[in-house]
């Protein structure tokens, strides 16, 4: 396979698989909708940096040990789960809250914390893990040389595909927020709509397989 060839299925694969609606990028969008484009570009963020870390541990080979383990893998899969239940419940308590003037005020504190829940949402969700251990090998030329240096290349490659995505998506969905802003009701119900959202995310989460 040539330079040129090996590239376009690399990022063509990239591109794929950060268009295809997953948690992260559900996430991202709930957050936007919710909270404004400052803080759903927070929440992406967040989430490419505890993708960064899914990264380094692919290259390290510590991801070996979410799909060998079960216990390993059940663990933070529970704990991912539980996580996106407190948002979850946290949205639903908000009733259309975060649509209020007094809301877009409080937005650099909500972006820090929007990072941080971004982070955790990410690094608590194993299958990212397994996802970059599966993915990025099969990227890795031996001729090259340095196999750890490779996948973090390529890693990190990835991610910067999936800023440029998620970046996208943020600023379309934070157009919406001026609406829901004008609309006590509709707010009250995308709020109702964005906390079964990530509860339902807990749920699949919680029943996946390794």
Known sequence: MDDLTYWLVFFSAA?????APGPDLLFILSRTLAHGTRVG???AAGVCSGAVVHVLAAALGLSALLASSALAFSVVKYLGAAYLVYLGVQTLRSAGSSFTPKAAQDAPRSAWRAYREGVLVDILNPKVAIFFMAFLPQFVRPEHGQPTLQLIGLGLLVIVVAMLVEGSFVLLAGRATRF???QPKAALWLDRLLGGVLLALAGRLALSER
Not at 15 to 19: E, G, R, V
């Open 15 to 19: 591109l794929a698989l950060n268009l």
């Open 41 to 43: 570009l927070a929440s």
């Open 180 to 182: 829901f802003r004008e």
